[in-house]
Each structure stands twice: as structure tokens, then as C-alpha cells.
């Protein structure tokens, strides 16, 4: 079994920055990607950043610029520092990974609980 854990999420004021981190831990037999989406209220959940075991890198167009996503691959964690947050980035932020467990060897996606990020002054 495989945990993905967010920390780092809560209130910060509108220009202000987070960094959340997502660690995964457990059964890994290895690990393609990892990233985050996130959910708003009433919204779908949308893609915000993303990044290969090699650093390759994705954005959701709308947040390049503002927010970095990187990894450490030795600790199995992935980064998302946001900077000149807006209200419009309030959400729920999900840590995504692309992980083969030792026990299955396939490809799944697996999610982490989710971290609220609130931008309101």
C-alpha cells in the first residue's frame, strides 16, 4: 500500500505565497510522476502543475509564471510553491502520483487526502 501525504496548505493573504509538499511513502516500486490538482467548490478538479522522474514539467497555462512545481526524488516528495496567490486560487489541493506499487508492477494513480489553501484577506 501506498500513502500520499500533503502538508503545508491554510489562509494566506491575496500576493502572498504557500509551498505545499506531498511526500509518498509505502510499497513503491517506483514512481513515474507526481503533481497536484486541485478542486474550488462547485468546479471540477483541474490539473495545476505536474513533473517526471527526469524533470520534465507541465502547467495548467493560466498558473505559469506564479507557481513552481519540483521534486525531490530521493524522499519521494514533490513541491508546489505558489506565489502571488489570488482569491481564484482557493481550493482544495491534491497530491497526485504515477506509481507502480511492488506488489501490482502497473502504472496507477493514486491521490493524497487533499490540503485546503484559502487566499482571502
Known amino acids: 500500500q501506498v500513502q500520499l501525504v500533503e502538508s503545508g496548505g491554510g489562509l494566506v493573504q491575496p500576493g502572498g505565497s504557500l509551498r505545499l509538499s506531498c511526500a509518498a511513502s509505502?510499497?513503491?516500486?517506483?514512481?513515474?510522476?507526481m503533481g497536484w490538482y486541485r478542486q474550488a467548490p462547485g468546479k471540477q478538479r483541474e490539473l495545476v502543475a505536474g513533473?517526471?522522474?527526469?524533470?520534465?514539467?507541465n502547467y495548467a497555462d493560466s498558473l505559469t509564471g506564479r507557481f513552481t512545481v519540483s521534486r525531490d526524488n530521493a524522499k519521494n516528495t514533490v513541491y508546489l510553491q505558489m506565489n502571488s496567490l489570488k482569491p481564484e486560487d482557493t481550493a482544495v489541493y491534491y497530491c497526485?502520483?504515477?506509481?507502480?506499487?511492488?506488489?501490482?508492477?502497473?502504472?496507477?494513480?493514486?491521490w493524497g487526502q487533499g490540503t485546503q489553501v484559502t487566499v482571502s484577506s
Open positions: 509505502g510499497s513503491i516500486f517506483s514512481i513515474y510522476a
Open positions: 497526485n502520483g504515477r506509481i507502480a506499487t511492488k506488489e501490482r508492477r502497473v502504472w496507477e494513480d493514486l
Open positions: 513533473i517526471t522522474s527526469g524533470g520534465r514539467t
